[in-house]
Antibody, heavy 125, light 109 residues
Framework: EVQLVESGGGLVQPGGSLRLSCAASGFTFSSYSMNWVRQAPGKGLEWVSYISSSSSTIYYADSVKGRFTISRDNAKNSLYLQMNSLRAEDTAVYYC??????????????????WGKGTTVTVSS | EIVLTQSPGTLSLSPGERATLSCRASQSVSSSYLAWYQQKPGQAPRLLIYGASSRATGIPDRFSGSGSGTDFTLTISRLEPEDFAVYYCQQYGSSPQITFGQGTRLEIK
């Protein structure tokens, strides 16, 4: 079964740090790009960060740039998100999501086809 | 950054009715990069549609997507009780920024 399982969430004070992990199973993790997406309580989805399969390409949302670092260990089938200088507005459920891709002669399609159940991060004093 | 605006914010319909959800982009989006997701309370999002009109694996054919450029639509032809949820559009474009719409809540009337 294709599966993503996040861990590492919890309660942290403003200015603190937290490291999230995402364990992948049931597919060849090293072949897929990955994303982190978050959802604040009662709010919509917000993309946070992207990392390519080889870690050669990394992107961040402006809201976390300079504070969060995405990484992966293909040998351990794991994705990570190091979160520093945390703020109250970073409070959210954090999901890891696989980037799906379909390549046909006329186009290449990208989407997020596999999601974990999420881990909750609460930033509060 | 491409902004996606979904309408309506809330749609109240009865089982068996047809639902039409809209997603409008602030600038042109390649259809290849437009996806729709369904999210139920306490659950992760689920991919419904990719490439604006292609159904993901296991998605019933009552779900369909259409559109191009800046205007995209998700249609549910005949609502089942399990379809009442929040729906998000997403553009996964060539720019570094990936964006979601704010969501449409589909509720039982």
């Amino acid at each position: 079964e294709v599966q993503l399982v996040e861990s590492g969430g919890g309660l942290v004070q403003p200015g603190g740090s937290l490291r999230l992990s995402c364990a992948a199973s049931g597919f060849t993790f090293s072949s897929y790009s990955m994303n982190w997406v978050r959802q604040a309580p009662g709010k919509g989805l917000e993309w946070v960060s992207y990392i390519s399969s080889s870690s050669s390409t990394i992107y961040y949302a402006d809201s976390v740039k300079g504070r969060f670092t995405i990484s992966r260990d293909n040998a351990k089938n794991s994705l990570y998100l190091q979160m520093n200088s945390l703020r109250a507005e970073d409070t959210a459920v954090y999901y890891c999501a696989r980037r799906g891709i379909v390549v046909v002669p006329a186009a290449t399609y990208y989407y997020m086809d596999v999601w974990g159940k999420g881990t909750t991060v609460t930033v509060s004093s | 950054e491409i902004v996606l605006t979904q309408s309506p914010g809330t749609l109240s319909l009865s089982p068996g009715e047809r639902a039409t959800l809209s997603c409008r982009a602030s600038q042109s989006v390649s259809s290849s990069y437009l996806a729709w997701y369904q999210q139920k309370p306490g659950q992760a999002p689920r991919l419904l549609i990719y490439g604006a009109s292609s159904r993901a694996t296991g998605i019933p054919d009552r779900f369909s997507g259409s559109g191009s450029g800046t205007d995209f639509t998700l249609t549910i032809s005949r609502l089942e009780p399990e379809d009442f949820a929040v729906y998000y559009c997403q553009q996964y474009g060539s720019s570094p920024q990936i964006t979601f719409g704010q969501g449409t809540r589909l509720e039982i009337k």
